[in-house]
């Protein structure tokens, strides 16, 4: 077996590191969410902790792990004697796959010994075996929704509830949840984000010396793993003890009242929503002070439990990255530090955590490497915050909310320099006007009409693995969800001609029924968009821009992937391939210029080579093309023959013409495409069903 990666051998990412910490040295802190960039050592950190984490003892046996001196009474497994057998083991690190199923994570019924020993017995699941140790879940954003609720109840509650197929079990699960994410891939729902104890952003250094540490130590590993890990034994023994100090520590750490309201003034001042902010950074903090040696919170631990802990739940529009205002989070810091506070420590501006004198070399805070003491060339932290990389400014690019929404336009948007009302002979090049956008609104619910089946999500009708049983069916192939109770009935009727003689239950290949289950998938979204001089025109576009950010808002919250096709001047491109990332395609919506011709045809016919080479790539997933134009078709191209390669793909047409005489010409567009249509002005009055022409 290979060697795990030293923990102490990671160089920078201090902020991950110190959150990591925390929760080892308090679960109650919730667990941490990273975000970030592919290739970043996300998973390599999480690993390389988990080696770090004290042994812990277990009664001999158990599959709940159960602690002998504090054995849980109502473990399945026992009750445990006082007295009974006991091993130490190290803490466990279990792994959630994407695709695993309830019954996996939870635990269920063991069939196997229901249908034979005719007994209900309980097979636990991922949840009781990560009890006392590390849950990571790699890719948590697209782990099904429901599955992340599961877990995230779980690791609130410390206990996981199994109530199923008959069997009442109740077991602890106390671990140190982890997740990572690429924020690419697509985003976690705010919801969940909030379950979340604490979140860092994590990115790759940009500084060439830290760089080359990082490769010149990967190399050293891979060559020679053990040779490797054995010149950081020093360091890795020295954190495992100072981890088991902190947590001894703990209970003793005192929360001052002014700390307290201190805490409440911060969460408060950025607008979280409920009070699971200010229970997630005292608790943080109290870690911090524990991990330091503290009997006390100080306003340093604040402000750290601040920087980690609060910016995935400040109050933001769903397509802002998580972000923290550094100088509303330092005035706050300062506001409510109180005036009999001798510790200035997390409000003044050139506080920063770890640097207090005398302050322990294993400081993980963010201008600190937590491998000081064994020496970290590497380390200089640089790519530390928590909010750096984002690219945003202020509080990370709220949607202009004035009337109109002419004004901030988002990443590459010109505000009040927006000319919505060029028409025909407005600029055509590609340095064409660029329109606001307003706040978003809730949009008619789409749907792709039948049965399909594709990935799990929240629009159309389709089967799924995850979703209510609405039958049973004779298996093809392997069973994958046996229906219990249709399997017994199927075989109940020829036990005697089959000879039983004892307990249990004979049965054939013949007798076995899988449950049919029937959900909602996600669909690909994909938005063909007239960003043409005619559209522009009456100042149309900001209204049309909004009207195509909602719908992407409503793609988001049905975890879509999205696409967006716009055409323009003489030629139609795809602004953004099909992706799951809906933020991008928010950015790129901002950004979208307009002016010049309508290739309306060339529109369609690029809209259907996407559909092609996507059908190629995820023949699973059904499209929806959303066309948004006024119909207008005024440069060369056949529209019939275009529209004509959209032949049985869901279609909906928002017909964005206005004005007292108007043409009718979405509506023709809709009748070729066999499409419902939509008026650009009633997009937000109602929420409608959308049925397929025909």
Not at 661 to 666: K, P
């Amino acid at each position: 077996m290979i060697a795990t990666y030293p923990f102490s051998a990671i160089v920078g990412l201090d902020d991950l590191k110190l959150a990591l910490v925390l929760n080892a040295v308090s679960p109650r802190v919730g667990g941490v969410l990273v975000r970030g960039e592919k290739g970043t050592a996300k998973s390599t950190i999480v690993r390389a902790l988990a080696a770090q984490l004290p042994s812990v003892d277990v009664v001999a046996g158990c599959r709940f792990a159960c602690d002998p001196r504090a054995a849980d009474p109502q473990c399945p497994d026992g009750p445990h004697d006082p007295g009974e057998q006991r091993h130490r083991r190290p803490a466990a690190l279990v792994e959630l796959p994407v695709g695993a199923s309830e019954d996996r994570l939870v635990g269920s019924l063991d069939v196997e010994r229901a249908l034979t020993e005719g007994v209900k017995a309980f097979e636990p699941g991922l949840l009781a075996a990560a009890h006392r140790g590390v849950l990571y879940v790699d890719e948590v954003n697209l782990l099904h929704d429901h599955l992340v609720d599961l877990l995230l109840d779980a690791a609130a509650l410390g206990t996981c509830y199994v109530e199923r197929e008959g069997v009442s079990v109740r077991h602890a699960a106390r671990f140190l949840l982890v997740g990572t994410m690429n924020p690419e891939e697509g985003e976690l729902r705010p919801q969940l984000l909030d379950r979340f104890g604490l979140t860092v952003e994590v990115k790759a250094s940009r500084d060439p010396e830290e760089r080359a540490e990082v490769v010149r130590r990967r190399l050293a590993y891979d060559a020679a793993p053990e040779e490797f890990v054995a010149r950081w034994t020093r360091e890795e023994v020295a954190l495992g003890e100072r981890i088991a100090r902190a947590r001894a520590l703990l209970g003793s750490v005192k929360l001052p009242d002014a700390r307290l309201r201190q805490i409440a003034g911060v969460c408060a001042g950025f607008e979280v929503d409920g009070l699971r902010a200010d229970l997630v950074t005292a608790h943080a903090a109290m870690a911090h002070a524990a991990w330091h040696g503290r009997d006390a919170v100080t306003g340093e631990d604040v402000g750290v439990a601040c920087r980690l802990s609060l910016p995935h739940r400040r109050r933001r529009d769903p397509f802002d990255a998580p972000g923290l205002d550094e100088a509303l989070l330092q005035d706050l810091l300062e506001r409510h530090r109180g005036d009999d506070d001798p510790d200035p420590g997390g409000g003044g501006p050139d506080s920063q955590p770890g640097r207090e004198e005398g302050g322990d070399p294993g400081d993980t805070g963010h201008n600190s490497q937590l491998d000081q003491e064994g020496g970290d060339p590497g380390g200089t932290g640089r790519n530390s915050q928590v909010d750096q990389g984002t690219g945003e400014s202020g509080h990370n690019s709220q949607l202009d909310r004035r009337e109109g929404g002419a004004g901030q336009a988002g990443p590459g948007g010109t505000g009040r320099n927006s000319q919505a009302d060029q028409g025909e002979g407005g600029p055509g090049g590609p340095g064409g006007a660029v329109a606001g956008v307003a706040v978003p609104y809730r949009v008619p619910v789409l749907k792709v009409p039948g049965l399909g089946a594709g990935a799990s999500g929240r629009r159309s009708r389709a089967r799924t693995p995850q979703g209510r049983g609405t039958g049973a069916r004779a298996p093809e192939g392997k069973v994958r969800d046996l229906h219990v109770t249709a399997t017994l009935l199927a075989a109940a009727p020829y036990q005697t001609e089959r000879g039983r003689s004892g307990p249990g239950l004979l049965l054939r290949d013949g007798d076995l029924r899988e449950v049919v289950r029937e959900g909602r998938e996600s669909n690909l979204v994909l938005f063909v968009v007239d960003a043409s001089g005619s559209m522009a025109a009456r100042r149309r576009m900001t209204a049309v821009k909004t009207a195509v950010l909602s719908l992407l808002l409503d793609a988001y919250q049905r975890r879509d992937k999205v696409g967006l096709v716009t055409f323009r001047g003489s030629t139609a491109e795809v602004a953004l391939p099909p992706t799951s990332s809906v933020e991008a395609g928010a950015a790129r919506l901002r950004q979208l210029p307009t002016g010049g011709r309508t290739p309306l045809a060339a529109g369609l016919i690029r809209a259907a080579e996407v559909l092609r080479v996507e059908r190629m790539r995820d023949p699973d997933r059904r499209p929806l093309v959303v066309v948004v134009t006024d119909g207008r078709a005024t440069a060369a191209g056949d529209v019939d023959r275009a529209a004509g390669l959209l032949k049985g793909v869901a279609c909906v047409v928002v017909d964005c013409e206005s004005g007292p005489v108007r043409l009718g010409l979405a509506v023709r567009l809709a009748a070729r495409l066999g499409a419902e249509v939509v008026p650009l002005d009633d997009l937000g009055d109602v929420v409608r069903e959308y049925r397929k022409a025909g």
